[in-house]
């Protein structure tokens, strides 16, 4: 089995390598942050010192980083991944960037013969640990089937979403639809609240109909219980929410609903709740309304969902 190079061992990264080492994946990683390094080094995998080195020895690369300035200096930067790659690397980019810097870096990286996929993910920190992450994937659709059993081992699925750009742009689609959700949520309970209805008796009775979802599925229980323990940092949202901005303005779509959830998003890293769970939009409603959603819950129903 080829190896595979892998940079970028953070919140997501680490257990999307730790995946491919369990599925029997040679590995080669590379990160700045060196304990990240040494532990996947303790499961198996070899160690790189640089993008270079992981360019010089794999012919399939894949980054996971935390947004365009960092994706852009590892591949196109001096010492970086483009500059070492061979042509026919295959560079599978799941980070979560602008398309439109996805598609400068794909312009350069082709100019060498490199291959380049988008295939950025969902599914947050639990679906990285559990391999059940959402994968969208643009480039050329050969590349995607040569990767597509690769990609399997991180995600419960890899959907192929068009040329390149195509995953990104799907990416931002999905986080503003999320972001959306969770402002809608944070609304409703906090009405429900306050007109002395049972926030967890209102949830009961409206996730099987058309409100049901899969962010009230996984967010609703956290929010009752106070338990804002990331599973999606606010801060990372804000970082897709103003990509997905920048990426409208680029083609004159205006984002009205986007623009304003991200505000709200701002104002708590303001307060200080950037590392808190992306459904804590619902403090800026109780603080607007002066009410906290909370409910007791029957003993044994601690454990609440990321």
């Known amino acids: 089995m080829e190896r595979i ?33 040494a532990e996947l080094v303790g499961l198996g995998a070899e160690e790189a010192h640089s993008a270079k080195e992981v360019a010089q020895k794999c012919k399939t690369i894949i980054t996971m980083l935390p947004n365009s300035p960092q994706v852009e200096e590892v591949l196109l930067g001096k010492e970086g991944v483009i500059e ?31 291959r ?88 009961e009775a409206i996730r099987g109909g058309l409100a049901g979802s899969t962010a009230l599925e996984q967010k609703a229980l956290k929010i009752f219980s106070g338990n804002f323990s990331p599973g999606f940092k606010i801060k990372l949202h804000v970082k897709d929410l103003t990509n997905a901005l920048e990426a409208a303005d680029s083609l004159g779509v205006p984002l009205f609903l986007t ?3 991200n505000q709200m998003f701002k104002h708590l890293i303001s307060m200080g709740e950037e590392n808190n769970d992306h459904c804590s939009i619902i403090h800026f409603m109780e603080k607007v309304c002066g009410i906290e959603v909370r409910t007791k819950r029957e003993a044994g129903e601690d454990e609440v969902p990321s």
Do not use: W
């Open 116 to 203: 380049m996929l988008d295939a950025p993910v969902s599914g947050g920190e639990p679906g990285a640990i559990a391999g059940t992450l959402a994968i969208m994937v643009g480039g050329d659709k050969k590349d995607f089937e040569e990767c597509r059993g690769i990609l399997e081992k991180m995600g419960r699925s890899a959907v192929y979403v068009g040329k390149i750009g195509s995953g990104q742009t799907t990416k931002l689609v999905n986080q503003i639809i999320v972001a959306l959700n969770l402002a809608a949520i944070a609304e409703g309970f906090v009405l429900g609240m306050k007109a002395g209805v049972d926030p967890q008796l209102i949830y």
């Open 84 to 114: 070492a790659a061979s042509s026919g690397t295959l560079l599978i980019d799941m980070s979560s960037i602008n398309p439109m810097s996805t598609m400068r870096i794909s312009e350069e990286a082709n100019k060498k013969g490199v």
């Open 5 to 37: 190079g892998f940079i970028g061992l953070g919140i997501m990264g680490k257990p999307m390598a730790k995946n491919l080492l369990k599925a029997g994946f040679p590995l080669m990683v590379h990160d700045i942050v060196r304990p990240q390094v």
């Open 259 to 261: 623009s304003t959830v």
